[in-house]
């Protein structure tokens, strides 16, 4: 094994955690890829942030002045002129050495190295800035649509902390998302359930934790305790996966590293590659809540889903395939003169997502559904 791979290896793992199988297991050519990648990735970071600190403390480091070096044939205008030079010249090197190292990526593997490349970089933005990008897609989204928040009478906000609340630990360590992270997210994220007037039938997540549901879906669908549970739980999966934030940054993925790498927002705090990233995700925050969901995202999300549910001690697992059913059953009936069905527009795939989650649960033995006798449906 190459010696930058091992290395690789090493530093994803202390990193991200032991859980991927290229920590676990002998590394096939998927594992080779995707370690190659993260190599490239944490070069191109570490390069920028030294050459980013030696601009900085062209001018100031921790208070002092860097003195240039002393050239005594020079004059004070001339070695100011080289400091200058030397500070626009790293700068130039360091994106060159990015774009350079970002297109060897994009080029050479035969796998999608956007998705794994967009992976990566979503790993580097702090749970903060899901929270700033969240706060402001829906303060947009208010004010494009005019929403407005009407009483719970459903029980959504009270379900929903309750899932918050309750499903921290068991689910973060089952779920296939990485511990840490997921830890960190349910315990930062201002995790907010609500109710609005829409004439849609339709519930969208934003990043850090923001959840809203339509009262057109609650009075059409009138779902028990456990389909309500099972909904917020999806849109719970949306935000812990990220897909909003993945889903924007690969949309413009080239240019948003590129961006970033020279990102300045005129305060005087440097900000991190992932902080700035963050930062100018907030330019698409309309869009987050829009967005089509990838038939991949949605399995995601129902999985989620399914895993709350069994570890919330109080809601039957299966109430995830229930809505899914009544959902699918309700825009085969709807018509033209019916009410507006949002849900399947960024929503897609429900009757293969039926299909999936039914799977998942007939997988089970007898002795392990008889632990959810009794759970609300």
Request: charged share 25%.
């Amino acid at each position: 094994m190459p010696a930058c791979i091992i290395h690789t290896r090493s530093t994803y793992c202390n990193t991200y955690g032991s859980k991927s199988n290229a920590c676990t297991y002998s590394l096939g050519k998927w594992d080779y890829e995707l370690l190659i990648t993260h190599f490239l990735i944490i070069s191109t970071t570490d390069l920028i942030d030294s050459n980013t600190s030696i601009l900085s403390m062209s001018t100031t480091s921790r208070g002092h002045k860097l003195k240039p070096i002393f050239n005594p044939f020079s004059s004070k205008d001339a070695r100011s002129k080289d400091a200058r030079k030397r500070g626009h010249n790293n700068k130039k090197q360091a994106i060159i050495a990015a774009v350079l190292l970002l297109s060897t990526a994009a080029i050479c593997f035969l796998t999608p190295a956007s998705n794994i490349i967009a992976g990566f970089i979503l790993l580097t933005i702090p749970i903060d800035e899901d929270i700033s990008i969240g706060r402001e897609s829906w303060r947009q989204m208010r004010h494009k649509y005019t929403y407005q928040t009407i009483p719970d009478r459903w029980g959504v906000s009270v379900i929903g902390n309750e899932l918050a609340r309750k499903i921290q630990s068991g689910f973060c360590m089952k779920t296939a998302l990485d511990f840490d992270n997921c830890q960190r997210q349910m315990r930062q994220y201002g995790w907010s359930f609500e109710v609005i007037s829409a004439p849609e039938i339709n519930a969208f997540a934003l990043p850090g934790g923001i959840i809203r549901v339509t009262d057109s879906l609650l009075r059409q669908l009138q779902p028990t305790d456990g389909e309500i549970a099972a909904l917020l739980g999806h849109e719970m999966g949306h935000v812990l996966h990220r897909h909003g934030q993945l889903k924007l940054l690969k949309k413009n993925l080239v240019n948003t590293i590129l961006k970033a790498l020279v990102y300045e927002d005129g305060d005087e705090r440097q900000e991190s590659f992932g902080e700035a990233v963050g930062e100018l995700l907030l330019t698409g925050a309309l869009y987050l809540g829009e967005m089509r969901f990838s038939r991949q995202d949605e399995y995601e999300a129902d999985v989620a889903a399914f895993d709350i549910l069994v570890h919330s001690g109080t809601y039957h697992p299966t109430s995830v395939q229930n809505l899914l059913e009544k959902l699918w059953s309700f825009s085969g009936e709807s018509g033209a003169g019916r009410i507006s069905m949002s849900w399947d527009k960024t929503h897609p795939a429900t009757a293969e997502r039926i299909e999936v989650l039914s799977r998942r649960w007939n997988d089970w033995d007898w002795h392990e559904k008889r632990m959810f006798n009794g759970r609300q449906r």
